[in-house]
């Protein structure tokens, strides 16, 4: 039942060209006389469910054996699976990388270590858009293995001191993470948890040997977004709303500069751009409606998780667009906006 329940939840979130890329691509790889999973794959669609007794008295009908539903509907989702990764290899710098990452291992194991390399290279370029530590260290990690074989053991002692570098960078960025995550749990506990004992934990977390030995840009995007988030959170456990906008707007800035980690990471981009409206909606100043547009007009760069954004950006910003007109005295126009 598990596999039935996650194969229906898989098609109901395809799009329209995600379906007709399944079609195009199940005729590519040609199954012959197995097109049964076309007609599972459209019964299931055309109805939002899995009848299995729809499903076997359709199979019936052209022939096809009703012996084993289950499995069917468990290939199926692998068949739909193999046409979404076909279909989005392009779309993201993670998907690009990963896909070289593919091809990297099927060259080395093929003993083209040359071939190996310049692809390696390749995708390295490709990962410094994102400045992805984890993809890094694994291609670094494959470049360490084909210079050795290439070039010898001094060639891969070379490529192992840069593993060094990254896997210390990945270790502060862990240790920032569990910091960001520590903070906005505290932020979180206002009302619920003594004022002392909140700002005792908060503290503690700015005094943290981590956060005072940290160098902003020797790291990743996502390492100095969680550092600027840290500060953001203390200033408004400290309810210095003044200097917690300064944050969220460097947080966001850095976001800004990097268009590739902005539209693939768009619910963070989202989080933190609601907290700056949340500050400007209990004002006057009319820079929140500039803020407002700024967040609604984000959508137009997103492909994926472009659903579940704009649901997010158009609840909040009408929410805050409303708090604002209350706040400013403006009964009329938040009559209007609540209609």
Same mark, same amino acid.
């Given at each position: 039942?598990? &596999?039935?329940?996650? @194969?229906?939840?898989?098609?109901?979130?395809?799009? #329209?060209?995600?379906?007709?890329?399944?079609?195009?691509?199940?005729?590519?790889?040609?199954?012959?006389?197995?097109?049964?999973?076309?007609?599972?794959?459209?019964?299931?669609?055309?109805?939002?469910?899995?009848?299995?007794?729809?499903?076997?008295?359709?199979?019936?009908?052209?022939?096809?054996?009703?012996?084993?539903?289950?499995?069917?509907?468990?290939?199926?989702?692998?068949?739909?699976?193999?046409?979404?990764?076909?279909?989005?290899?392009?779309? @993201? &710098?993670?998907?690009?990388?990963?896909?070289?990452?593919?091809?990297?291992?099927?060259?080395?194991?093929?003993?083209?270590?040359?071939?190996?390399?310049?692809?390696?290279?390749?995708?390295?370029?490709?990962?410094?858009?994102?400045?992805?530590?984890?993809?890094?260290?694994?291609?670094?990690?494959?470049?360490?293995?084909?210079?050795?074989?290439?070039?010898?053991?001094? *060639?891969?002692?070379?490529?192992?001191?840069?593993?060094?570098?990254?896997?210390?960078?990945?270790?502060?960025?862990?240790?920032?993470?569990?910091?960001?995550?520590?903070?906005?749990?505290?932020?979180?506990?206002?009302?619920?948890?003594?004022?002392?004992?909140? !700002? @005792?934990?908060?503290?503690?977390?700015?005094?943290?040997?981590?956060?005072?030995?940290?160098?902003?840009? !020797?790291?990743?995007?996502?390492?100095?977004?969680?550092?600027?988030?840290?500060? *953001?959170?203390?200033?408004?456990?400290?309810?210095?709303?003044?200097?917690?906008?300064?944050?969220?707007?460097?947080?966001?800035?850095?976001?800004?500069?990097?268009?590739?980690?902005?539209?693939?990471?768009?619910?963070?981009?989202?989080?933190?751009?609601?907290?700056?409206?949340?500050?400007?909606?209990?004002?006057?100043?009319?820079?929140?409606?500039?803020?407002?547009?700024?967040?609604?007009?984000?959508? !137009?760069?997103?492909?994926?998780?472009?659903?579940?954004?704009?649901?997010?950006?158009?609840?909040?910003?009408?929410?805050?667009?409303?708090?604002?007109?209350?706040?400013?005295?403006?009964?009329?126009?938040?009559?209007?906006? #609540?209609?």
């Amino acid at each position: 039942m598990e &596999i039935q329940k996650n @194969t229906l939840n898989l098609i109901s979130s395809m799009t #329209m060209n995600e379906k007709r890329h399944f079609k195009i691509f199940f005729q590519k790889i040609n199954f012959g006389s197995q097109n049964k999973y076309l007609i599972i794959f459209d019964l299931i669609n055309k109805y939002g469910k899995i009848d299995e007794v729809l499903i076997k008295e359709q199979l019936n009908d052209y022939e096809y054996s009703i012996k084993n539903i289950s499995y069917d509907i468990n290939y199926l989702n692998k068949l739909i699976l193999r046409a979404l990764n076909d279909f989005h290899s392009e779309k @993201t &710098i993670s998907l690009k990388v990963k896909e070289n990452l593919k091809s990297i291992e099927i060259l080395f194991y093929k003993g083209l270590y040359n071939e190996c390399l310049k692809l390696i290279n390749k995708a390295k370029k490709i990962c410094a858009k994102n400045e992805n530590l984890s993809l890094t260290l694994e291609l670094l990690s494959w470049e360490k293995k084909c210079s050795g074989y290439s070039f010898g053991l001094q *060639a891969a002692q070379e490529v192992n001191e840069k593993v060094d570098v990254y896997i210390d960078k990945l270790v502060e960025n862990r240790l920032i993470t569990d910091l960001y995550y520590k903070s906005y749990l505290i932020k979180n506990s206002i009302g619920k948890t003594s004022n002392k004992k909140i !700002n @005792t934990q908060i503290i503690e977390i700015i005094d943290n040997e981590t956060i005072k030995n940290f160098k902003i840009e !020797n790291n990743s995007i996502q390492t100095q977004i969680f550092y600027k988030l840290i500060f *953001a959170n203390y200033y408004h456990v400290t309810e210095d709303s003044t200097k917690e906008l300064l944050l969220l707007e460097q947080a966001s800035e850095i976001t800004n500069n990097n268009n590739y980690y902005k539209k693939e990471n768009p619910l963070d981009y989202i989080s933190i751009f609601i907290r700056i409206i949340d500050i400007y909606k209990k004002s006057n100043n009319n820079t929140f409606y500039d803020k407002i547009n700024e967040l609604r007009n984000f959508e !137009n760069i997103l492909d994926f998780q472009k659903e579940v954004s704009i649901e997010r950006i158009f609840i909040h910003t009408n929410q805050a667009e409303l708090d604002f007109l209350i706040f400013n005295n403006d009964i009329e126009n938040a009559k209007i906006k #609540m209609n």
